[in-house]
């Protein structure tokens, strides 16, 4: 019983944390309809800032108390310059390149930190009062869990003031409804906007802050803090604050009573009860089906055939890829076989992403199981390669199948969320299921056949398999199918009311792209020799992702031109100091100046002047 | 008061107002008429700026606003009534009044919510009620309250009559009527013939995207052929 009651009381001050992030990320939500991806980022600044100033403090009560307020002060007006920079230029930006955006962000701000505070983990010294106890059921309970349990409820109690008895916040939920009405009312609202960037900001700041004395400044934090900030938000119901507070008491019981009982799986679990709420409840707990943007009915490109020009520009770099053997060397050819998978990778994003409608943030489970599969059948079950390179789309079209039942009846962020849930219980399955995955060590030996072992061979059984099934999902574009598919996302209503079955349609395109993205992943695995569990982290869905916006999601050709640029630009950063700052950077760039990508800025160069 | 020059907007590619002029005098009520799609709620939107026009020239009360951010027209005294209504259905009706809320201006007295009650004795009920849980002709009169909290020289309407049962439609003509009766001016964009002639002091009639016919609410009463050409269905 006294276990219960102190584990009880830990995820009491687990749920404190987690609403302090969850809070601010619902707030700009809730408002700018922007999925802040770099709130970790700034929880992170808070924790690295309020380390530089607590350090410099006294070590009393009142000090700290003074300290954790200027880091959350601080941090808000970091959130405040972002809001300001960047995220004004991109409110009318599609939500996903929002999302990218501020992606960007996390990769600049994680370089920045490396810079000014280097790369060891910081803890705070902690004195006599900060280490303290209190005797609770018997045990001993730390002091300053206690004083985080208040918090919670005190940041909520005051958020609750701020939004129901003043102007502000009137405002602040009118602009949650109705922003456009709140502007023809006669209300600024970039000042609202920024206000509110920066009210999130600071209580990521000061949940950074605040999670100090039991933790660390590191740089792992912000990706860490934004997946269960995400999961507390969608589970809670986008922009509603009862909800996240709600959402933050039932993980951070669960994870309290988990990480005991059943350590192994306590992430699953997490992921699990997050995918059971969103089935019986699409908005979250507390949440409410967001307004459709009155007017801004989006007209997307429609698919056309390609013109003359664009098809032999094609039939040229298909020869020409055909005869790479003929002149590059091995290490070449190796880089060429990693393009070609990138491009089915991104093929495979992009079909379900562009015309399908469904952006995913997860896609790489899909390209792991595929790997997995494969080596898993070199090395379990010792079968040759080509029937791992079989298994692998089937198992991935299998899984994908699997978790898309539950998927395509959400859309937009929350699909998006639910498909990144789903890829870090993947992720976590692998990376601690040790005895068939081999955990963090990966799988290795996990070689071509005799046959194919020639890395021109290799290079040309991947270019058949990743071009033909990149043609393939082409095909099929402009098959009945595609078209069907493209309706239901411009209308599901209207598709059902011609009579399309549109959740079973969005589900075939999303086990058909897992397939392909499988394929991907078993070719990849033969041509490195190896898996690891970085293929399926949330790192490698956005490379994907950043390939699909850089062509350009809105073209046909847009994946294949994305995954060749990306590819080379990252394989030429790679090497530099302070790479992830430049990639971040060029993402943000990518997504204020070319939002249409690469194909699309070509597109309407090529069709300036003509007759539509 | 208002002057409307050659006001041409797009939606997307679509040429929706093409070469629109009027004006309304200070203290008139004029009425835009016209048959559904001729271009009414766009030239509204154009005139707030949620849509941005291309092309063309709003003079309020000597400044040109076209272009401007849709805040910036609402505090130079643009108040608008969208047609659909778009009450903040999560707060109460106090609520919704205190966003419209913004200074006088002209030394007029400021609009406060009890003048409002009075003037639409049924919201005087519901002060604490939430939004979303009112009647449509309740909720038009809460959206035309809550636009004339931020003092307006100018009353956009948008077919404020839609929807409306008899009886509330004659409720909101004698608002309307009052509020001409202390200066306000109005500008209504409205299908149904009769409630503008009501309310209305001239009328002007907008067919495709272009003014067809412009004169009195007497002289459209007049010509039958003007109502047969431009607004029967």
Not at chain 1, 28 to 40: C, D, E, K, L, M
Not at chain 1, 190 to 200: D, K
Not at chain 1, 230 to 254: D, K, R, T, W
Not at chain 1, 270 to 280: N, Q, R
Request: with cysteine.
């Amino acid at each position: 019983m006294d276990f219960v009651v102190v584990q009880a009381l830990t995820g009491l001050a687990g749920a404190s944390s987690l609403f302090l992030v969850a809070a601010g990320l619902t707030v700009i939500f809730g408002v700018t309809r922007v999925v802040n991806f770099a709130h970790g980022s700034l929880y992170m600044l808070g924790a690295y800032i309020g380390w530089s100033i607590l350090t410099r403090l006294p070590r009393d009560p009142a000090w700290f108390a003074a300290g954790v307020l200027l880091a959350a002060l601080a941090t808000a007006a970091l959130g405040a310059l972002l809001e300001m920079g960047l995220l004004r230029r991109i409110y009318r930006a599609p939500e996903l390149l929002q999302l990218l955006a501020t992606f960007g962000v996390v990769l600049m701000v994680q370089d920045a930190a490396l810079y000014l505070w280097g790369p060891d983990e910081l803890t705070l010294p902690r004195p006599p009062w900060l280490r303290g106890f209190v005797a609770v059921a018997g045990s001993r309970f730390p002091l300053f869990d206690l004083v985080l349990i208040g918090v919670g409820p005190l940041v909520l109690g005051l958020l609750w003031l701020l939004l129901a008895r003043t102007r502000f916040g009137v405002l602040l939920r009118a602009a949650t409804q109705d922003r456009e009405m709140v502007a023809a009312l006669g209300v600024d609202q970039t000042v609202l906007f920024t206000v509110v960037f920066a009210l999130g900001a600071g209580l990521a700041g000061l949940g950074g802050v605040l999670s100090l004395p039991d933790g660390s400044a590191n740089l792992h934090i912000d990706l860490d803090v934004i997946t269960d900030a995400f999961v507390v938000v969608v589970v809670g119901g986008m922009g509603s604050l009862p909800g996240a507070f709600l959402a933050a008491l039932l993980i951070g019981e669960l994870q309290a009573f988990g990480i005991v009982l059943l350590p192994k799986i306590t992430l699953v679990l997490v992921f699990l009860v997050m995918a059971v709420v969103l089935v019986f409840r699409p908005h979250g707990l507390l949440g409410r089906p967001q307004a459709v943007a009155r007017g801004a009915a989006e007209a997307l490109a429609l698919v056309r055939p390609a013109v003359p020009a664009l098809r032999w520009l094609g039939l040229a770099v298909l020869a020409l890829a055909l005869a790479a053997p003929l002149f590059a060397g091995p290490y070449l050819l190796s880089v060429l076989t990693e393009m070609l998978v990138a491009v089915l990778f991104a093929a495979s994003l992009h079909f379900m992403m562009g015309p399908g409608g469904m952006a995913s943030f997860g896609h790489a489970a899909w390209f792991g199981i595929g790997a997995y599969a494969a080596a898993l059948a070199t090395h379990a079950l010792a079968a040759p390669m080509p029937a791992g390179l079989l298994l692998a789309p089937l198992a991935a079209g299998a899984a994908a199948g699997l978790f898309g039942w539950f998927i395509v009846r959400l859309s937009g962020v929350y699909l998006a969320m639910l498909t990144l849930a789903f890829a870090q219980i993947v992720w976590a399955v692998v990376f601690q299921w040790d005895a068939v995955t081999g955990g963090d060590n990966g799988i290795l030996g996990v070689w071509p056949a005799r046959w194919a072992g020639d890395p021109r061979v290799y290079y040309l059984l991947a270019l058949a398999l990743c071009g033909g099934a990149a043609m393939l999902l082409r095909r099929v574009l402009y098959a009945p199918f595609g078209y069907a598919l493209r309706a239901t996302r411009d209308s599901p209503l209207r598709a059902e009311a011609i009579g399309l079955h549109a959740g079973r349609i969005r589900l075939a395109a999303f086990a058909l792209a897992g397939a392909a993205a499988g394929l991907a992943g078993g070719v990849f695995a033969y041509a490195k020799g190896s898996v690891f569990p970085t293929y399926i982290a949330v790192g490698h869905s956005v490379d994907a992702l950043v390939a699909v916006l850089l062509g350009g999601v809105q073209t046909i050709a847009g994946p294949v031109v994305g995954a060749l640029a990306y590819t080379a630009l990252f394989d030429a950063l790679l090497t530099t100091s302070f790479w992830r700052f430049k990639l971040g950077a060029f993402i943000v760039l990518l997504v204020l100046f070319f939002p249409a990508g690469i194909a699309g800025a070509a597109q309407r160069l090529w069709e300036r002047g003509r007759p539509a | 008061m208002l002057a409307v020059e050659e006001l041409h907007s797009f939606y997307g590619r679509a040429h929706i107002l093409q070469g629109v002029s009027f004006a309304v005098a200070p203290g008139a009520v004029l009425v835009l008429l016209g048959r559904n799609g001729a271009g009414k709620s766009t030239t509204m939107k154009s005139l707030i700026g949620l849509v941005r026009p291309a092309r063309g020239r709003i003079r309020l009360a000597g400044a040109d606003i076209a272009g401007w951010e849709p805040h910036r027209i609402a505090r130079a005294g643009l108040g608008y009534v969208p047609e659909e209504r778009r009450i903040f259905t999560e707060l109460t009706v106090l609520e919704n009044l205190e966003v419209g809320r913004q200074p006088a201006r002209d030394g007029r007295p400021a609009w406060t919510p009890e003048a409002l009650f009075a003037l639409f004795p049924n919201l005087a009920e519901l002060r604490h009620r939430p939004g979303g849980r009112m009647s449509g002709g309740e909720q038009q009169m809460l959206t035309i309250a809550r636009t004339l909290m931020g003092n307006p020289r100018l009353l956009l309407l948008d077919e404020p009559s839609e929807g409306l049962a008899p009886v509330i439609l004659e409720q909101m003509a004698h608002a309307i009527l009052a509020l001409k009766a202390q200066g306000v001016t109005v500008l209504l964009a409205e299908q149904n013939l009769h409630f503008a002639a009501r309310v209305a002091d001239a009328a002007t009639v907008i067919e495709t995207g272009r003014i067809v016919w412009a004169g009195s609410m007497a002289a459209l009463q007049a010509d039958e052929a003007a109502r047969r050409a431009h607004l029967q269905v």
